[in-house]
Nanobody, 115 residues
Framework: QVQLVESGGGLVQPGGSLRLSCAAS????????MGWYRQAPGKQRELVARMTNSGTTDYADSVKGRFTISRVNAKNTVTLQMNSLGPEDTAVYYC?????????WGQGTQVTVSS
Protein backbone atom coordinates (compact mmCIF):
# COMPACT_ATOMS: atom_id res chain seq x y z
CA GLN A 1 0.00 0.00 0.00
CA VAL A 2 1.34 3.39 -1.02
CA GLN A 3 0.37 6.52 0.83
CA LEU A 4 0.63 9.91 -0.81
CA VAL A 5 0.45 13.21 1.02
CA GLU A 6 0.11 16.47 -0.90
CA SER A 7 0.99 19.90 0.36
CA GLY A 8 1.42 23.40 -0.96
CA GLY A 9 -2.05 24.36 -2.13
CA GLY A 10 -3.73 27.61 -1.26
CA LEU A 11 -5.08 30.87 -2.55
CA VAL A 12 -3.08 32.81 -5.10
CA GLN A 13 -3.79 35.82 -7.28
CA PRO A 14 -3.94 35.50 -11.06
CA GLY A 15 -0.47 35.48 -12.51
CA GLY A 16 1.01 34.07 -9.34
CA SER A 17 2.84 30.84 -8.62
CA LEU A 18 2.45 27.87 -6.34
CA ARG A 19 4.53 24.78 -5.73
CA LEU A 20 2.82 21.53 -4.83
CA SER A 21 4.64 18.64 -3.22
CA CYS A 22 3.72 14.99 -2.87
CA ALA A 23 5.48 12.75 -0.40
CA ALA A 24 5.19 9.02 -1.00
CA SER A 25 5.50 6.28 1.58
CA UNK A 26 7.28 3.98 -0.83
CA UNK A 27 10.32 4.24 -3.02
CA UNK A 28 9.18 6.23 -6.04
CA UNK A 29 12.11 4.95 -8.06
CA UNK A 30 10.25 1.63 -8.07
CA UNK A 31 7.07 3.18 -9.45
CA UNK A 32 6.21 3.21 -13.13
CA UNK A 33 5.17 6.84 -12.98
CA MET A 34 3.95 9.62 -10.77
CA GLY A 35 1.71 12.44 -11.71
CA TRP A 36 -0.65 15.24 -10.81
CA TYR A 37 -4.30 15.39 -11.68
CA ARG A 38 -6.92 17.99 -10.92
CA GLN A 39 -10.64 18.20 -10.60
CA ALA A 40 -12.59 21.40 -10.82
CA PRO A 41 -16.18 21.67 -9.56
CA GLY A 42 -18.57 19.98 -11.95
CA LYS A 43 -15.78 18.59 -14.09
CA GLN A 44 -14.03 15.27 -14.46
CA ARG A 45 -10.62 14.65 -13.03
CA GLU A 46 -7.97 15.36 -15.63
CA LEU A 47 -4.28 14.77 -16.06
CA VAL A 48 -2.12 17.80 -15.38
CA ALA A 49 1.39 16.38 -15.57
CA ARG A 50 3.02 12.98 -15.37
CA MET A 51 6.58 11.71 -15.18
CA THR A 52 7.62 8.13 -15.83
CA ASN A 53 10.39 6.28 -14.06
CA SER A 54 12.67 7.00 -17.02
CA GLY A 55 12.00 10.72 -16.77
CA THR A 56 9.59 11.08 -19.66
CA THR A 57 7.05 13.81 -19.00
CA ASP A 58 3.58 14.47 -20.28
CA TYR A 59 1.58 17.66 -19.75
CA ALA A 60 -1.94 18.75 -20.44
CA ASP A 61 -1.98 21.25 -23.28
CA SER A 62 -3.51 23.84 -20.99
CA VAL A 63 -0.49 23.87 -18.67
CA LYS A 64 2.41 23.40 -21.09
CA GLY A 65 4.98 26.11 -20.62
CA ARG A 66 3.54 27.10 -17.24
CA PHE A 67 3.77 23.98 -15.07
CA THR A 68 6.79 21.78 -14.40
CA ILE A 69 6.80 18.37 -12.77
CA SER A 70 9.92 17.08 -11.09
CA ARG A 71 10.89 14.30 -8.76
CA VAL A 72 13.55 13.68 -6.15
CA ASN A 73 13.89 9.93 -5.80
CA ALA A 74 16.08 10.16 -2.73
CA LYS A 75 13.29 12.02 -0.92
CA ASN A 76 10.43 10.05 -2.50
CA THR A 77 8.92 13.37 -3.48
CA VAL A 78 7.29 14.73 -6.60
CA THR A 79 6.66 18.42 -7.06
CA LEU A 80 4.58 20.51 -9.40
CA GLN A 81 5.76 24.06 -9.99
CA MET A 82 2.87 26.14 -11.26
CA ASN A 83 3.49 29.57 -12.77
CA SER A 84 1.27 32.14 -14.45
CA LEU A 85 -1.76 30.75 -12.72
CA GLY A 86 -5.19 31.73 -13.89
CA PRO A 87 -8.73 31.24 -12.57
CA GLU A 88 -9.06 28.23 -14.88
CA ASP A 89 -6.44 26.46 -12.79
CA THR A 90 -8.68 26.49 -9.73
CA ALA A 91 -9.25 22.88 -8.69
CA VAL A 92 -8.39 20.19 -6.21
CA TYR A 93 -5.03 18.78 -7.19
CA TYR A 94 -4.31 15.10 -6.59
CA CYS A 95 -1.03 13.25 -6.56
CA UNK A 96 -1.07 9.88 -8.29
CA UNK A 97 1.30 6.93 -8.20
CA UNK A 98 1.27 4.28 -10.92
CA UNK A 99 2.85 1.21 -9.43
CA UNK A 100 2.60 -0.90 -12.54
CA UNK A 101 -1.16 -0.70 -12.94
CA UNK A 102 -1.93 -0.33 -9.28
CA UNK A 103 -2.98 3.26 -8.84
CA UNK A 104 -2.83 5.25 -5.64
CA TRP A 105 -4.15 8.71 -4.86
CA GLY A 106 -3.47 11.37 -2.32
CA GLN A 107 -6.22 13.18 -0.47
CA GLY A 108 -5.95 16.25 -2.67
CA THR A 109 -4.98 19.84 -2.07
CA GLN A 110 -7.08 22.85 -3.02
CA VAL A 111 -5.67 25.46 -5.37
CA THR A 112 -7.73 28.61 -5.77
CA VAL A 113 -6.72 31.36 -8.16
CA SER A 114 -8.64 34.53 -7.48
CA SER A 115 -8.15 38.21 -6.98
Amino acid sequence: QVQLVESGGGLVQPGGSLRLSCAASGSISDFAAMGWYRQAPGKQRELVARMTNSGTTDYADSVKGRFTISRVNAKNTVTLQMNSLGPEDTAVYYCNADVYYKYYWGQGTQVTVSS
